[in-house]
């Protein structure tokens, strides 16, 4: 069993940066494929970015990439999604999951935390 939860959500300009964590519990995070995905009203949940349990691979959406960098540090249970030159396309609930798989498919993780608020002001 795994629990999540993300935090360093909030309100930033259009052009700013923001820095998301997800601090997990449970002493397998480690063998964990970590990913991170989003929802914004009356959409799909899309996939942002997923990380290997060593972080020797990242991968990563096409809308995000270059912009956004996935990365886990297994000592402190943690993995972030720094996201940097935001738009106000990239506004919405960003949640972190966890998964056997690795996959872009949110139907392929088995844990999720309870999601963090994006807004990116134009």
């Known amino acids: 069993q795994v629990q999540l939860v993300e935090s360093g959500g909030g309100l930033v300009q259009a052009g700013g940066s923001l820095r998301l964590s997800c601090a997990a519990s449970?002493?397998?995070?480690?063998?964990?494929?970590m990913g991170w995905f989003r929802q914004a009203p009356g959409k799909e949940r899309e996939f942002v970015a997923f990380?290997?349990?060593?972080?020797?691979?990242?991968y990563y959406a096409d809308s995000v990439k270059g912009r956004f960098t996935i990365s886990r540090d297994n000592a402190k249970n943690t993995v972030y999604l720094q996201m940097n030159s935001l738009n106000p396309e990239d506004t919405a609930v960003y949640l972190c999951a966890a998964g056997r798989l690795w996959s872009r498919d949110y139907s392929h993780y088995d844990y999720w935390g309870q999601g963090t608020q994006v807004t990116v002001s134009a």
């Open positions: 990380i290997r349990w060593n972080g020797g691979m990242t």
């Open positions: 449970g002493s397998t995070f480690s063998s964990y494929t």
